[in-house]
């Protein structure tokens, strides 16, 4: 799981630095940096997949950087746990006058006894895993050096890393944006969840109809019976819901559903095929579209999965039963201070009497 | 059925007595979707006082409870004794009713008042197998999930109806606070 995040001149994250646990809150007014968090974490996810350059609009951009401090190197620093072991990395960019170009000036990995890799200069160091120094090779500026890496019997430690970042899944829902059709299997959820029928057709695939899920939905939405896909091509499927009993039964697509019938088929997705699968999950205002009955039984579930083997489950929120729930011992409140600058301290540190609710402190702006 | 009623509240001092106790009702055959925790924000580490916001929210609570009775069915308050001498949680939430004006709590009304001693922890290292002294601290889990094997444990005695001995006081009065205010709802459910 990712245990610190630290990130310097990004949008109103200056030298900034956030601990974490295997479940947590990010609460804060609007605007006090909780998603640009998750965004940091999203893109180094995607640059540490191969999927991106550094400076594409999804991982360091030169508008992401602090308009009021004017500087243009940028760094992220994460620390996680793997396989029990802490590992660090520690990314420097630095962005050329008016955004023409960025470059990764120093991509470091490490453990505490030692170096794991190293990019400065346009150079990679590689160490293999009893930390020795291996190959040593140039690479490309404007991509992680680190994710070029191949799996090799003594690199495993830093191939233990890589893994761990393509396992971060960040979600913040649209569900108007799902689309009923599926032309083939993904791999992965997009952030939006907009190809949640390719990507249930993937869940398919790799473990078969899950008795516990379809249980769960059953139990939520009302006259739910079971997801089919529904062939419409050679290889294109639509996604429809089944619902009513016996012969009363009838279909929906997935556009037909509500919003929020969408986001719970979504976010129970998430916990109960990826419980297995090691996946650290961000999720923005996962809420949003919930009933506010239907939140507490999601949150129960999130915190099972994690006994179960979900490593991390992460929600920015702003919903009381988010705050109730999770505020007291795993709440972080992110504050804008004068300067603009965003700092964090525990939720329950605002103060809360013993007359009144931890949501109700923040919803009347009482904080201490 | 699908729309969400809640039946079960559960007041919380801290989430190892939330885990153990929800891991409990789901063993004994109730649903996340009938339960609903409160928790105490301060947790037993924080600042401030956790046993006295619980105390604070238990009146309320007892008060909603009462106000629902087609739909909740019990109120679980879970507190730890601490250095507190033995029933002196138990004066202090009946008190908490007293000040608030509320009715005491009958004999077999289902709020049950959940207080180990000298707290959780006692309770997990005697499920564990191990002899213990109420008097002793032991070791807090580093995950609280941790303690699911025991909470297992704790159902196959009551199943049985029977704890180990010797068991902990606390923990017997538990089991009759169980067995007098819950278990009649469970059997005629």
């Known amino acids: 799981m990712i245990t610190r995040i630290y990130v310097d001149n990004f949008r109103c994250l200056v030298n900034f630095e956030l601990k974490l646990e295997n479940f947590n809150l990010l609460a804060g007014l609007n605007g006090s940096g909780k998603s640009s968090v998750l965004d940091v974490v999203d893109g180094l996810q995607r640059l540490l997949s191969g999927q991106a350059k550094v400076n594409d609009k999804s991982v360091l951009p030169y508008a992401s950087r602090t308009r009021w401090s004017d500087r243009d190197t940028q760094v992220v620093e994460l620390h996680t ?27 470091r990995l490490a453990v505490p006894d030692g170096p794991l890799f190293r990019f400065e200069n346009g150079d990679v160091q590689l160490y293999r895993d009893n930390l020795s120094e291996g190959p040593k090779f140039a690479a490309e500026w404007n991509e992680s050096a680190l994710a070029r890496v191949p799996p090799r019997h003594d690199n495993q430690r830093l191939t233990a890393f890589l893994e761990l970042m393509r396992r971060v899944q960040v979600c913040r829902l649209n569900p108007a944006a799902f689309v009923n059709d599926t032309p083939q299997e993904s791999q992965a959820l997009s952030r939006n969840g907009e190809n949640f029928s390719s990507w249930y057709r ?61 986001a719970l088929l979504v976010l129970y997705g998430l916990l109960h095929f990826l ?33 179960d083997g979900l490593p991390q489950v992460v929600i920015v929120s702003h ?11 795993r709440g972080l409140l992110l504050e804008r201070e004068v300067t603009g600058v965003t700092k964090t301290r525990p939720l329950r540190d605002v103060g809360i009497p013993d007359t009144m609710k931890l949501s109700e402190v923040i919803t009347r702006g009482w904080e201490r | 059925m699908s729309r969400r009623r809640v039946q079960v509240v559960v007041l919380y001092e801290d989430r190892q007595h939330a885990t153990f106790v929800r891991r409990f009702l789901i ?17 037993r580490d924080g600042r401030g006082s956790g046993e006295q916001w619980v105390r604070e929210q238990y009146a309320q609570e007892v008060r909603k409870l009462r106000s629902a009775p087609h739909v909740a069915k019990a109120l679980i308050a879970v507190i730890d004794e601490d250095k507190q001498g033995v029933g002196r949680r138990d004066v202090q939430l009946s008190k908490a009713l007293e000040v608030a004006n509320s009715p005491a709590r009958k004999p077999t009304e ?58 902990p006081p606390s923990l017997e009065r538990a089991c009759v606070e169980y067995r007098t ?5 469970l059997e005629n459910r």
């Open chain 1, 81 to 107: 746990q793997v396989g029990g072991e802490e590992m660090r990395y520690r990314l420097k960019v630095q962005h050329e006058s008016g955004g023409r170009r960025a470059r990764i000036i120093e991509e």
């Open chain 1, 202 to 262: 993937h869940l398919l695939q790799e473990h078969g109809d899950s008795f516990e899920y379809r249980a769960v939905l059953q139990a939520t939405i009302p006259g739910f019976q079971k997801l089919r896909l529904e062939k419409v091509g050679s290889e294109a499927r639509t996604l429809v819901a089944v619902f009513g009993s016996g012969k009363e039964e009838y279909e929906l697509a997935l556009e037909e559903l509500s919003d929020g019938q969408r």
């Open chain 1, 275 to 307: 419980d297995k699968s090691g996946r650290l999950l961000f999720l923005d205002e996962p809420d949003n579209f919930l009933a506010a009955s239907e939140i507490q039984p999601w949150l129960l579930c999130a915190e099972d999965a994690i006994g």
């Open chain 1, 319 to 329: 919903h009381a039963e988010v705050i109730d729930y999770l505020g007291g011992d």
């Open chain 2, 27 to 43: 063993q004994n055959g109730w649903e996340n979707r009938q339960i609903v925790v409160v928790m105490n924000p301060h947790g």
């Open chain 2, 110 to 167: 289902a709020i049950l008042h959940i207080i180990p001693a000298r707290n959780i922890e006692t309770w997990l290292e005697y499920l564990k197998g191990n002899a213990v002294d109420e008097q002793e601290t032991y070791s807090k889990f580093d995950k609280g999930l941790d303690c699911r094997p025991m909470v297992n444990t704790l159902k196959d005695m009551c199943d049985a109806r029977k704890l180990r001995e010797p068991a």
């Open chain 2, 181 to 185: 205010r819950m278990a009649p709802i």
